[in-house]
C-alpha cells in the first residue's frame, strides 16, 4: 500500500459522510416560482414549449398559489399575459389600478397574505411594440421609459408587491423606481433588480408564454452583450448604489461565472433566474429519455447556488418542492 497523507475518498465512503461534508444544498426556500397570469376564468393552457408550465386566470392562479404554499414554496414571481387589444404605445394598461395584473395580486395578498409577491417591471408586456421600453422613431428611449416603470412599480406596490422586478436594463431604473415607492411610503417594499440581463436566445419559450416578442428589431441596445462579464460589475455598482435589495444574474446557465462574479463583489443577496430555454431543454431530452430528467434539474440548481446564489428563480420550482414530500 503506497503512502498517501491525503485521501479525499475517505470523506466520499458513505452517504452519511459525503453529507456531513457537503459545502451546498439546495431548498425549497431559496426558489421562487415564475406564475404567468391570463385573461378570463377558469382557465388554464399549457405553454407548449414548457411543459407542465401554465398560463392561469386569477382563479386558478389562487388555487395554484394555494397547492405550492402547502409544499412549502412561498415566492412567486408574477407575469401578465395581456390581449393585444390593452397594448399600446405607452404601455398605459400597466398603470391602470383596476387592470388585470393589480387586481390579482390584490386577491392573493388577501388570500394568503403570508405569500411573498415578486412583480415585472417592464414595457414589453404591455406594448405593441413588444420592446422593453419606450419606442420612437425606431429607438428605445432610455429617460423617457423611467416614469412609465415608475407608475407602473407604484401601482404594483399599492397592490401589494413585496418585491418589484425591473427586468427593462433601462439605465438609472433602480434609482427613479427607489424614489418613487420612496416617496410614496413604500420604504419596505423590495427591489429585486435584473442587474445583468444578458441579451439570450435562452428567452424563447417565455415570449411565447407572453407574446412579447419585440415586433421589430431585438433588445441588444439594452440588454448586455454574452461575451463581457466585467459589464455586469459596472451595472452591479450602480444597481446597488441606486438601492436595489437584490442583484439578479439571467439567464443563470450559461452565466455562472457572473454569478460569482457578483457573490465575490458584493455584499447583496445575488439571484440567478434558470430560465425558460434552461428548463425547457431538461424537459425536451427528458421526454426522449436520454438523461434522467429529475437528477438533472437538481444538479443544475445545485450549480446555480454554487456559483453563489442565494436566490433561484426557476420553473422547476414546484416538482423541486414536490420532490422533497
Known amino acids: 500500500m503506497i503512502n498517501l497523507p491525503q485521501r479525499p475518498r475517505r470523506n466520499r465512503k458513505n452517504a452519511t459522510i459525503r453529507s456531513l461534508v457537503q459545502e451546498n444544498s439546495v431548498t425549497v426556500n431559496d426558489l421562487i416560482f ?31 398559489i394555494e397547492s405550492c404554499l ?37 386577491e392573493i395578498k388577501k388570500k394568503f397574505p403570508e405569500a411573498i409577491i415578486m412583480t415585472d417591471v417592464a414595457m414589453d408586456p404591455y406594448s405593441s411594440d413588444g420592446h422593453d421600453g419606450f419606442v420612437k422613431n425606431g429607438q428605445i428611449l432610455n429617460d423617457e421609459t423611467l416614469d412609465i416603470l415608475a407608475k407602473m412599480a407604484l401601482v404594483q406596490a399599492e397592490a401589494g408587491a413585496d418585491i418589484i422586478g425591473p427586468s427593462d436594463m433601462m439605465d438609472g431604473r433602480v434609482g427613479f423606481i427607489r424614489e418613487a415607492l420612496d416617496d410614496n411610503g413604500f420604504t419596505d417594499v423590495s427591489i429585486m433588480s435584473y442587474t445583468a440581463k444578458y441579451a439570450s436566445a435562452f428567452y424563447g419559450p417565455f415570449r ?45 446557465l450559461s452565466y455562472l461565472d457572473v454569478i460569482k462574479l457578483l457573490n465575490d463583489n458584493f455584499n447583496l443577496p445575488i439571484a440567478a433566474y434558470n430560465v425558460s430555454g434552461e428548463y425547457a431543454m431538461v424537459k425536451a431530452a427528458a421526454e426522449k429519455k436520454w438523461i434522467d430528467g429529475d437528477k438533472i434539474r437538481d444538479e443544475i440548481l445545485l450549480s446555480i447556488k454554487r456559483a453563489g446564489a442565494s436566490v433561484i428563480l426557476t420553473y422547476f420550482a414546484k416538482e423541486f418542492a414536490l420532490s422533497k414530500k
Do not use: H, W
Open 34 to 64: 415564475p406564475l404567468f397570469l391570463t385573461e378570463g376564468k377558469n382557465k388554464r393552457s399549457e405553454i407548449t414549449s414548457m411543459p407542465n408550465i401554465y398560463r392561469y386566470s386569477s382563479d386558478l392562479l389562487l388555487k395554484e
Open 70 to 106: 402547502k409544499l412549502g414554496l412561498n415566492t412567486f414571481c408574477l407575469f401578465p399575459s395581456l390581449n393585444d387589444k390593452l397594448k399600446d404605445k405607452k404601455a398605459t394598461e400597466s398603470s391602470n389600478k383596476k387592470g388585470l395584473y393589480p387586481s390579482t395580486i390584490k
Open 208 to 252: 411565447d408564454a407572453l407574446d412579447s416578442a419585440p415586433k421589430f428589431g431585438d433588445k441588444k441596445t439594452y440588454q448586455m452583450d454574452p461575451a463581457n462579464s466585467r459589464e455586469a460589475l459596472l451595472e452591479a455598482d450602480l444597481d446597488f448604489n441606486e438601492g436595489a435589495d437584490f442583484l439578479m444574474v439571467k439567464p443563470a
